[in-house]
């Protein structure tokens, strides 16, 4: 039997019922998730995943997909640790509109960021930007489209980060003698090195995943803004399904991973966290 | 000495008008009131951490209202203890020193004194998870303590403490301010820890303070 929240009560069989009602709905989901996972596998065999990584194509996009999220991470991570930290510290004029505005490429439909960012570069300072950096169906455009989507995550998680921190003990370096920057720099950002790592992961997965704006904003062009789910979108329209699935399986295993990371690097540095009193 | 003079400061709800007391150099002040009258908030004032409306608040011949708290010298220690979550039981003592830029060897020595008033050298390098209720205050009265300041603000320091780590910590309160000669502002709902430790006891009720020396 499943031990629960203040366990070891006896359960009667109404509570028997209640908990197999509840184990029944969520697991066929649980259920569903597998299936899939086990049928792409099934689908494909290890000749086929050779193969896939054999081509100079798919090589070329998972070395593009490696790097460009790379890139979009740090970028996110730059920005999302001072806004996230002045959103959840600050109360400057506005707070509550840039809040709400951070927010929207969470809700927004992939495709339409895409589309927004196409239109802001046909604008005069776009073109204008466009002559002395090529962003527009190049790798720049590919990074630029994880970024807007990726960010807001980020932003997201450090908020949260920086909300779940008490701001007492950046007030207590405050009369130890710090100013507000110092303060910062050694007690608040230390202490939020977990929810570093939880953006980081989130931007890099949902980085390697975003595929909407960058076919809208940067093409599928190969050798040149192929990216590995830009990969499965051109094998599968091509008819090669076995490629398409084997790259998607790639995709699985990198984002599976990165879930692994940030579970077992969270998990350890929670035993450094303070009681919470 | 903290002299706090026609203080305003408004927080939220409530407001507090024309707060006035003054507590001599060296003496022990203990702050009482009901929950939510606005003693934390009145320390926070003091410490510079809340921004007032009006009044002054004087520590020794300065006029400190406007000055921001890191030059103020006030050892503040928050009721939850606040301690910093990543740093070891000696870097949290030695922070402030660190933070004024002075050598290793001179926040070495000064870190193992404090910690020895404190009772609390065995602990020195250990992290501050584990630690308990009544350790955590030390490492924070400890902190508070490192960079001698002109005054000690200490909110409900022993609430959260089991009646014999209580016990030991009014002593040791008793014997730090003996031996340092600090002015101190303490706030506590226990009359019997206030009777105890205060040369003076500032009620607040009302948003009036009334104060009266033991």
Known sequence: MTRLAGDHAPLSGGDRRFYAVLGLIGGLYVLLLVAMLVADAAYTTPGHLWAALQSPEIQYAIRLSLLSCTLTTLLSLWVAVPLGYLLSRTHFPGRDLVDLIVEIPIVLPPLVVGLSLLILFQTAPGRALE???????????????????????????????????????????????????????????????????????????RSLGEFGPILVFSGATRFKTEVLSTTVFLELSVGNLEAAVAVSLLM?????????????????????????? | MIAVEQLQISAGAFALNGISFALPAGSYGVLMGRTGVGKTTLLEAICGLRRVHGGRIRLGEDNVTDWPPARRNIGFVPQDAALFPHLKVREQIGFSLAVRKQSTEAIRQRVEEVAGWLGITPLLERPIAGLSGGEAQRVALGRALAFQPRALCLDEPLSALDQDTRESMCELLESVQSRTGVTVLHITHNRAEAERLADCVLDLRDGQLEVRHA
């Open chain 1, 131 to 205: 002559k002395f950096l090529p962003v527009t169906y190049a790798i720049p455009s590919v990074i630029l489209a994880q970024f807007m989507v990726a960010c807001a995550f980020a932003v997201r998680t450090m908020r949260t980060t920086f909300d779940q921190l008490s701001a007492r003990p950046e007030q207590v370096a405050l009369t130890l003698g710090c100013g507000r920057s110092q303060a910062f720099w050694l007690v608040a950002f230390p202490a939020a090195r977990r929810g570093m790592l939880a953006a980081a992961t989130l931007a890099w997965a």
């Open chain 1, 252 to 277: 699985v295993a990198t984002a599976v991973a990165a879930l692994f990371i940030l579970r077992h690097w969270g998990r350890e540095t929670a035993l450094g966290e303070p009681r919470r009193s």
